[in-house]
């Protein structure tokens, strides 16, 4: 069986993925492509054969389609993987699903809605297939430094996009860490605070960089510096502090030169390199599981869910001086706004 897949937004994300799907995962072909940019569309057509659509709706109608794949912009999502429930097809959205905590609870609820059987929607969380991050939780849940005390995570690009702002920072970069971090520690977030240092000068459309606090229900203190504008190259860092030794991910340089009594390493300009395996490890798994008609092992709605109210505890803190913001993941959320209810607020400022 090969299944047919549509891609929706051809940009960096959309593209990378229509190759991946087209070149190395066995059992999918990209069928259809969706862009206002036409001549995204065109580009990725050409290279998978594939054929256009002028939207997103006509894309997940076709009979042509069986799954979508969702790499649009943020705040196009919701609406998207809204027409996928209502055609029964399959879905694969980037992260965030969507940028605000009701819009995700809406998700969740209208996929529970239908009756039964395995969840449509699946989220591109794919540091949960990264090798080095499998290998560091693995060790972990192996006890080989005992029991985690903190994590220090560094989440440095390049540049920024034009478009965001100090919530985008937390709502659309940010979250890899908030999603990573909980299921490294295979705990849930129960507080967070938001802490900002002098701001660069290379962006005056945010606050960059920002210091994210994360603590787990098991007590584990995360720090996470996401510096958007860092221009030495894209890096992640992890390091896992635990009782008897630490865990490091290995940085992600691409080579090491030594010569003349000196050191140096160089970087990769962006995400993709660095994470090519877990797209691909991501995507083969996706496929899999829309073959075997099984759950996908990918980040669900829900994780997408619990996601999102951290991130939004994260932009309360921010607008309120850095408090410590509790979060409880057991109540439903009444709007993004928060005008009371999901959160306890302890105004304490660290
Ligand atoms: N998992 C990851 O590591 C990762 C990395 C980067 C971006 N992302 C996510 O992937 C998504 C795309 O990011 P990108 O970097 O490719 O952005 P991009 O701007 O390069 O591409 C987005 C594309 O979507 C198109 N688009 C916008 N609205 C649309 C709509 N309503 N219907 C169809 N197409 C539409 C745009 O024309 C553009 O071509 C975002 O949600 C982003 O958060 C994920």
Wanted: aromatic share 4%.
């Amino acid at each position: 069986m090969t299944v047919r897949i549509g891609i929706i937004g051809a940009g960096v994300m959309g593209s990378d993925h229509a190759r991946i799907l087209h070149g190395s995962i066995a059992g999918a072909t990209v069928t259809a492509v969706a862009d206002p940019a036409q001549d995204r569309a065109r580009a990725v057509a050409r290279e998978t054969g594939a054929r256009t659509f002028s939207s997103a709706e006509e894309l997940i109608a076709s009979p042509f389609v069986d799954a979508v794949l969702i790499a649009s912009h943020d705040s196009a999502h919701a609406k998207q993987v809204i027409s996928c429930l209502e055609h029964r097809k399959p879905v694969l959205c980037e992260k965030p699903l969507a940028p605000t905590v009701s819009e995700c609870q809406d998700l969740v609820d209208r996929q529970n809605a239908l009756t039964g059987g395995i969840p449509l929607i699946s989220v591109g969380f794919m540091r949960r297939f990264h090798p080095a991050y499998r290998e560091l939780k693995d060790l972990l849940e192996e006890g080989a430094i005992g029991r985690p005390l903190m994590v220090l995570s560094s989440h440095r690009n390049v540049s920024s996009y034009p478009d965001g702002n100090s919530a985008s920072t937390i709502t659309n970069s940010g979250i890899h860490e908030i999603d990573v971090t909980a299921w490294l520690l295979n705990s849930p977030i129960e507080s967070v605070s938001w802490h900002a240092p002098r701001n660069t000068a290379l962006d005056g459309s945010r606050q960059d960089p920002q210091i994210l606090h994360l603590r787990t229900a098991d007590g584990v203190l995360t720090s996470v510096d996401v510096f958007l504008n860092a221009r030495y190259g894209y890096e992640v860092r992890c390091e896992v502090v635990g009782e008897r030794g630490t865990l490091e991910l290995a940085r992600p340089h691409l080579t090491t030169t030594n010569r003349a009594q000196t050191g140096s390493r160089s970087y990769t300009a962006d995400w993709r390199p660095v994470f090519a395996d877990a797209y691909r490890l991501q995507s083969q798994a996706w496929i899999n599981a829309l073959i075997s008609g099984t759950r996908p092992a990918l980040a669900t709605a829900e994780d997408a869910l619990t996601a999102a109210r951290v991130a939004q505890a994260l932009v309360d803190s921010m607008n309120s001086a850095g408090a410590t913001i509790t979060i409880n993941h057991h109540q439903p959320s009444a709007d993004e706004s928060h005008a009371g209810g999901e959160h306890e607020r302890t105004l304490t400022h660290v």
